[in-house]
């Protein structure tokens, strides 16, 4: 597997060089489409800080662990309800709930891995799964996936792939989702342009295509329409082209994992559709990128496809009444190269907790991800469940909308694979390749231009 970004606040962390990788001893390693409101941390959290829980309660019968979350006070409720449930399933474990906003969450929970007193139980996100199981903080899941503690039979081999570090299993998913097409089916239909499946493949020229059939069409009728979004600036649609040229944004060691022959492909293809008039002006594509939901050229009926996590179809819906939406996969390389991977949070568990309490973690684990009693209040929150079984059984207790998101994630996850980590420097080369989007969106520099000027500053950033 791949290494993730390292977050600057991480500092504390970093102090500790005596932890190797992501294992399954309980030595004395001491040493990661959702950003949540602000939640208080509860009081048992912070008495947690103070001393390390207890193996046993005084009768020596209850093993406890304590859990934590980020998230606002709706998922609060959930979490503590999950957990309710859990214990009373499990009357040898209790779980002390510790909860904090997204921002605080890290903070918090780097200062207690520096302090080797993390919780047992821990949510983990992939933006910061190398920041902790490069350090050995993750414990290997496999031993309890061997034993039956932990079952995976139902989720797709692709997902568990990315569940990975250095080919050490350490994480499982709560939900999976993915960045992906929303189709206006209704504005497409208005033009005669073949409305995609949750199945159907279709290249970066296919949807040239559609967009100069789109374009003829409105023009004829003295209207103006885009077939989609401009996602020239946009470095996690890049992503798509780099993974189906063979690589992916990094590589193992933190280098850059495509040619700079590819970042030129993308900005020339959007150049090319920009001159063609099938995607919006510069000035207006600008315009729209930083407006709300509710003003965007999507939501008002003028742009057939636009990029965004699966997870955000209602939001969309909830605007747009009048119209039917949808949801389509990226486009495929014009070679049939794919670039789907899975995104969204994770459950870990504590490589320095005992074996007891991780054994106990397992188990809640376990409850969480493939039980209907935890499922039932559960269901989306952090995208669709990646067993297929509690999937289906979601979907029964969720919207139209909501079903919509189950049904295309179900059909995208046999085609994701695994996805590289993002090194140190990550979020500099994001911002320099939004910058040399913009230029050339602008028409300041050439697509050539635009992607020397990003490779070399990547490559500068990254150390190469």
């Known amino acids: 597997m791949k290494k993730k970004l390292i977050s600057i606040f991480l500092a504390g962390v970093l102090l500790i060089s005596t932890l190797a990788g992501c294992g399954s001893s309980s030595g004395n390693a001491s040493s990661g489409a959702d ?20 193996d046993a309660d005084s ?29 009373a399933e499990n009357p040898g474990i209790k779980v002390v709930r510790e909860s904090g906003s997204w921002n605080d969450y890290w903070d918090k929970l780097a200062t207690q891995v520096a302090g080797g007193n993390a919780p047992d139980f821990i949510s983990m996100h992939v933006q910061y799964v190398a920041d902790y199981a490069g350090r050995g903080v993750l414990a290997d899941l496999q031993p309890y996936i ?73 023009d004829a009728a003295g209207e103006t329409a885009y077939i989609v979004s401009d996602m020239s600036p946009t470095f996690t649609m890049f992503r798509y082209m780099a993974r189906q040229s063979g690589g992916d944004l990094y590589t193992d060691d933190g280098k850059l994992g495509f040619e700079q022959s590819v970042a030129e492909e993308w900005f020339a293809y959007w150049a090319e559709m920009r001159d063609k008039g099938l995607i919006p002006d510069a000035a207006t594509s600008t315009e729209d990128a930083a407006a709300a939901l509710e003003q965007k050229l999507f939501t008002q009926g003028r742009v057939g496809y636009t990029c965004t996590p699966a997870n955000q179809l209602y939001q969309f819906q909830e605007q747009m009444p009048d119209f039917q939406l949808t949801l389509a996969r990226n486009p495929i390389g014009n070679n049939g190269g794919r670039g789907e ?124």
Request: contains cysteine; charged residues 25%.
């Open 35 to 54: 950003t949540p409101q602000k939640a208080d941390t509860q009081q048992a959290a912070e008495d947690a800080d103070k001393a390390p829980a207890a």
């Open 146 to 218: 061997d034993s039956g503690i932990l079952d995976t039979s139902k989720m797709e081999e692709g997902i568990l792939d990315g569940c990975k570090y250095d080919g050490t299993m350490c994480l499982i998913p709560m939900g999976v989702t993915f960045t992906n097409m929303i189709v206006n089916q209704t504005l497409l239909e208005k033009y005669g342009v073949e409305v995609p499946t949750y199945t159907t493949d279709y290249s970066w020229d296919d949807l040239m295509k559609m967009g100069e059939q789109l374009k003829a069409a409105a």
């Open 341 to 464: 991977y899975a995104e969204g949070a994770h459950f870990s568990i504590n490589n320095s907790s005992s074996d007891e309490k991780k054994e106990a973690a397992a188990k809640l684990m376990n409850f969480w991800v493939n039980s209907e009693s935890a499922m039932e209040i559960f269901q989306t929150d952090q995208g669709v469940p990646a067993n297929s079984d509690m999937a289906d059984y979601v979907k029964g207790l969720v919207d139209e909308n909501q079903g919509k998101v189950i049904d295309y994630v179900v059909a995208t996850m046999p085609v994701a694979y695994e996805a590289s980590y993002a090194p140190v420097g990550a979020t500099e080369v994001q911002a320099v390749f939004e910058d040399a989007g913009n230029a050339v969106q602008f028409g300041q520099i050439t697509p050539q231009e635009g992607a020397k000027q990003f490779y070399e500053q990547a490559k500068s950033i990254l150390g190469e």
């Open 59 to 87: 009768a020596g019968d209850v093993v406890e662990i304590r859990a934590s979350w980020w998230g606002d006070t709706t998922r609060n409720e959930k979490y503590n309800e999950i957990i309710d449930r859990f214990e």
